[in-house]
């Protein structure tokens, strides 16, 4: 029964792809009061065409191949005889989006009736957003600097041309972390941080105070904080926002620190989940709490803080493989002279820095820990981590401007230190 419906769905899909994509175009191009090859009744007949032809022979694909060389040639002697007019903004007349989506339509019918439908919809889908983004994405490129193309070009390189190549055993009895374990660490981590970068520089709105914050807890809980105290101490209008933008980025660090976990290893995740979806859950409700219950009626927008380092910078990248496979070292060897209780001392105090290295090393089972005491040893790095920040967030911010995101960033700690130890000696197993 399933064989006999199949092409009966994927005629109908490509039907109404053909029909969904020739609406965005001839929208599109009526907008602007041009006339163009292709539409509503077009592209649904070029995608019949297609799948017909398909359907033809579907093994060496001649007749489907001479329909697309005659769409090739008619859409050439269109372009031929309009490639030199003007339109009214004084542009060419033609550009390659009218070919391209006249192919694409063709292509529709076969891809329809030959792949899942999530590749025919996918397909369709990911073409109207492009065909009808087409103001914001040259507005986006030309905002974006071309240093960062040069970085993010580097990261592409980095991930896809040394990645494959880095052995994925360990060379070193030291350890059971291996190269390509370490590089993987470093991706995983540079990825979650730039997504947020590109949101706080491109995509979030100016004065978008807590979005920023919530980004910024992507990005870096504890740059956000030492931006947002500063922020505090200077302009006094903008005390509120920043304080409810601390306590923030630290809830949205529990994300983060799930996110980058379940990279390396998915059960250690599903274990994580639990406490730091929690904390995360009663961060966000003190932070909405003091935000909504105490908010002053003339209280202005906070304006977007400081603009992060590029973390793509292949520096930054080393630093953090330098420093993964340092504490990875430290914490397999405290592991096997103290226990879990040198270990967790160990959380303790790389809390107070960058907790992302000592993290992923757990993750990627350098301490070679069952998952209850690698689980609690991310929890007290985190809480120590808080711990920090508050102090961080006193300093420069002074003691009553911080007094509440400090508080509320010791409860965090609090909650989690709990949690650690209900863990480790076994209560919640």
Not at 210 to 231: D, I, K, P, Q
Not at 271 to 283: N, T
Not at 343 to 349: G, K, P, R, T, V
Not at 404 to 417: D, F, R, S, V, Y
């Amino acid at each position: 029964m399933q064989t006999s419906t199949q092409p009966i769905v994927g005629f109908l899909l490509l039907l109404g792809l053909g029909f969904f994509f020739g609406l965005a175009f001839e929208e599109l191009h009526a907008q602007g009061g041009q006339a163009r090859p292709g539409g509503v009744r077009s592209f649904p007949l070029l995608a019949l065409s297609g799948g017909l032809l398909y359907r033809l022979d579907s093994e060496h694909l001649l007749p489907l191949s001479a329909g697309l060389l005659v769409l090739g040639v008619w859409l050439a002697c269109y372009y031929w005889r309009h490639v030199e007019e003007i339109d009214p903004d004084g542009r060419p007349n033609v550009g390659l989006m009218v070919p391209i989506c006249n192919v694409l339509a063709y292509l529709l019918g076969p891809i329809a009736l030959a792949e899942p439908p999530w590749v025919a919809i996918g397909t369709a889908v990911s073409a109207v957003l492009l065909l009808t983004a087409r103001e914001r994405l040259h507005g986006l490129a030309r905002r974006v600097e071309s240093g960062e193309i040069v970085t993010a070009g580097k990261f592409l390189i980095l991930t896809g041309l040394v990645l494959p190549f880095l052995p994925d055993k360990p060379v070193t009895g030291l350890t059971e972390i291996t190269p390509h374990q370490v590089w993987l660490a470093v991706i995983a981590v540079s990825t979650v941080s730039y997504a947020s970068y590109l949101l706080r520089r491109y995509v979030a709105p100016p004065g978008a105070g807590l979005w920023v914050a919530v980004l910024g807890g992507l990005y870096s809980s504890t740059v956000t904080t030492v931006v947002l105290a500063r922020r505090a101490r200077a302009e006094p209008a903008m005390l509120r926002q920043a304080q409810t933008g601390i306590i923030l980025a630290s809830s949205i660090m529990y994300v983060r620190l799930l996110i980058v976990v379940a990279v390396f290893d998915p059960q250690l995740a599903v274990r994580l989940a639990p406490p730091l979806l929690i904390l995360a859950v009663i961060g966000l409700i003190l932070a909405g709490l003091f935000y909504w219950i105490g908010a002053s009626p003339n209280a202005r927008p906070a304006a977007s803080a400081r603009t992060p380092v590029n973390p793509l910078e292949l520096t930054a990248a080393f630093i953090f493989a330098a420093l993964f496979i340092a504490i990875s070292l430290a914490s397999g060897w405290v592991r096997s002279q103290f226990g879990e209780g040198g270990l967790f001392a160990l959380a303790a105090i790389v809390g107070l820095t960058d907790i992302d290295p000592f993290v992923l090393s757990i993750a990627a089972g350098g301490t070679e820990s069952l998952v209850g005491g690698a689980v609690a040893a991310i929890l007290i790095a985190a809480s120590s981590n808080n711990l920090m920040k508050a102090a961080y967030a006193v300093g420069f911010a002074g003691v009553r401007a911080a007094a509440i995101p400090a508080g509320a960033l010791g409860l965090l700690a609090l909650g989690g230190g709990a949690a650690a130890w209900w863990i480790a000696t076994g209560a919640g197993t």
